[in-house]
């Protein structure tokens, strides 16, 4: 494979394990919703999907007709594509860099005060007032936390309350930083050296690969 279809497919996977490498060393738990963390996700891959199912059904006869342009409208129908999976995902929430013990305590506190009614049955919570039910998915190697929608039947408003209260809870709350995503780290940064020294090495060779990929 040439260096610029690995730029492209590895590219964006490099940024997002810094990127997860960088949360996880912080000292404070990082709140986001499942909608944004798996749009990032779809970004990271996006050069994977590029170079494999888009490029091995690449419609040769569009491209004759609208030349470079035809990649503008395969990337828009993955954009249009990850932005369904968005619509259709049930309610998420993903906190990084904190374990479930150190979770629970906090969002008990605050289940008291957002729905009275609020009850635990084991890793599941409802809260009937806000129209919620979730269970906690935890991911112990990384120390990251979902509370992931439980059933159809969600109250989407609750849950923005819910993300609201929650992340503000978790802005005075600290926590030890997370080493074990200094693997994340090295990862990223061994891959983007790696795409660096080889566009370095033969930089006409990649701009050649460039325009034979965009050429009809």
Known sequence: MDPFRLCLAFGPVAAYLVLLGVVNLRRRPSL???????????????????????????????????????????????????????????????IYNISVDQLRPVLADLVEGLDPEGRWAGDSLVLPQLGIQLHLDNSP???????????????????????????GALAKFAVRRNYRCLGLLAA?????????????????????????????
């Not at 936390?145 to 408003?157: D, E, I």
């Open 188 to 216: 990223g940064a061994i891959v983007t050296a790696i795409l660096a020294t080889m566009v370095a090495a033969d930089p006409q060779q990649v701009a050649q690969s460039m325009r034979d990929m965009l050429r009809p």
């Open 141 to 167: 190697a990384m120390r990251n936390v979902s509370l992931v929608a439980s059933g159809p039947n969600q109250n989407y408003l609750g849950w923005r309350k819910l993300q609201v209260s929650l992340a």
């Open 32 to 94: 986001v919703s499942g909608t944004r963390d798996t749009f990032v996700l779809g970004l990271a891959v996006v050069g994977l999907v590029t170079i494999g199912p888009i490029e091995l059904f690449f419609p040769t006869t569009a491209a004759v007709l609208f030349g470079p342009y035809t990649w503008a409208f395969l990337l828009a129908l993955y954009g249009l594509c990850l932005v369904l999976v968005l619509l259709m995902a049930r309610p998420r929430l993903v």
